[in-house]
């Protein structure tokens, strides 16, 4: 008798996790958005000034 190995493509693993309501208000927050990208622009320019001294 052989062993047969059942394979299952849809369990829950193979689906990516879906972001809740909150995570998608904040991915599409304007000011939010622009309060993130000046925040890492500033992270970035203390890089470089800090190597230009």
Not at 3 to 21: H, L, M, Q, R
């Amino acid at each position: 008798m052989e062993n047969k190995k059942e394979i299952k493509a849809y369990k829950d693993e193979f689906y990516p996790p879906v972001p809740t309501k909150a995570t998608k208000y904040w991915r599409t927050n304007f000011i939010y958005q622009i309060y993130k990208f000046l925040r890492l622009n500033y992270k970035i320019m203390r890089i470089v000034v800090k190597g230009h001294s």
